[in-house]
């Protein structure tokens, strides 16, 4: 009893200490893992002597508009070597139509398989995907999607140059457009901030995701790896899970000269972007273990500092400096770190809304990510 009594002078410390630790553990990750990128030196593929035959792949479900507004950067890239497969997986719009126009105006360029819809059976981007790489020509594949647009007509002499002696997976980056209005910097952060850790994680070897917007590996490694066969029971997956399950620490190349950028159509109501996040969190339930734990160390010691935050100064009002001060530490050191990031990611105006984007981006992420990764899952749209 007396001891007890002699630790309680000492117990409004205790958050102050938790706060601390959890500052380390992010500072580990803003510094040894985020800081790779930021050090990184982004390179030019486009000079590379290897330049192999490409396949794009191209699924698409009702997307008559994007593909008429996107579909020809894709068809005009500056590459020797290229076809684009268009996979039209059961669409009742008029893609079937445009799609036959552009394959007359870009004779020999252009492939389309069309995938019919079965009674019995409801058809997944999977099996969408499968179907295009198997109508693919060449051994190299580009993935991305209808409603993205390349940067430059260089991306596929980035992307090929990539494959390098040895590389079989060539992680890109896909920023969504720029618009008005808080969603969308929400959506452009989060997408950064994702695009951040897979990129800096690769370049340190252990790669645990992509992004099938801007994505490319070999028809060899897709087959050897048996496909999607171990998550085909679930119906997003098809990029973070393939490279999840199919990366190795010599065999991933990032391509992010700007030039390789892809750029996509965001969401534009809170409702389709919670949705689509919905779909993407319950794929990571399927990581490796070591990726869960790493990714879940990360996102939990974010959540806790903030709520330390606040409990610090409740519990021992008269210390307010203290967790300020460790929440300036942390943010300083994300701004010097994340500044050179961002410039590499095209996305410097988000800087200053760091404060805030970055608090809203953990608990939203949080609470999407706790009611959505066993549900079941509908459109792979």
């Not at 593929?45 to 894709?74: D, M, R, W």
């Not at 409990?311 to 770190?337: D, G």
């Amino acid at each position: 009893m007396l001891q007890l009594e002699q630790l309680l002078p000492f117990l409004p410390y205790i958050p102050l200490g938790i706060l601390l630790i959890l500052l380390f553990i992010q500072l580990y990750y803003i510094y040894a893992v985020y800081g790779k990128l930021a050090t990184y030196k982004v390179e030019s593929y486009q000079g590379s002597v290897e330049k192999p035959g490409l396949s794009v792949v191209i699924c698409a479900h009702n997307e008559q508009e994007n593909l008429k507004a996107f579909l020809p950067t894709v068809l005009t890239q500056d590459y020797t070597d290229f076809e684009v497969v268009v996979v039209d997986d059961c669409s009742d719009d008029d893609t079937p139509w445009i799609l036959k126009d552009f394959a007359q105006s870009y004779p020999g360029k252009l492939k389309v398989v069309e995938i019919k819809e079965h009674i019995r059976l409801k058809n997944t981007k999977k099996f969408a995907v499968t179907m295009g790489i198997k109508a693919a020509k060449h051994e190299h594949l580009v993935f991305t999607d209808a409603d993205c647009q390349p940067y430059s007509e260089k991306w596929l002499a980035e992307i090929g140059g990539a494959f390098s002696a040895g590389k079989e997976i060539i992680l890109g980056y896909s920023p969504y457009f720029k618009e008005a209005g808080f969603l969308n910097k929400l959506i452009r952060f989060e997408t950064a901030h994702t695009a951040m850790s897979y990129l800096a994680y690769a370049l340190v070897g252990n790669a645990y995701m992509g992004v099938g917007r801007n994505l490319a590996y070999s028809k060899t490694l897709f087959f050897k790896g048996k496909g999607f066969n171990r998550h085909m029971h679930i119906k997003s997956g098809d990029d973070d899970l393939f490279v999840n399950h199919n990366a190795t620490s010599s065999n991933v190349q990032i391509a992010i000269h700007p030039d390789a950028h892809v750029a996509s159509v965001p969401k534009t109501t809170w409702k389709s972007y919670y949705k689509q996040k919905a779909r993407h969190s319950g794929a990571s339930v399927l990581y490796k273990a070591k990726h869960k734990r790493m990714l879940a160390t990360q996102l939990v010691s974010a959540i806790l500092f903030y709520l330390s935050l606040p409990l610090c100064i409740a519990f021992c009002p008269s210390l307010w400096l203290a967790p300020l001060a460790v929440y300036l530490i942390r943010l300083l050191s994300q701004l010097l770190v994340f500044s050179n990031i961002y410039k590499k990611l095209d996305v410097q105006g988000l800087l200053w809304w760091l404060p805030f984007l970055d608090f809203f981006y953990y608990f939203y992420i949080c609470i999407n990510g706790a009611f959505n990764r066993n549900r079941k899952q509908g459109s792979w749209k």
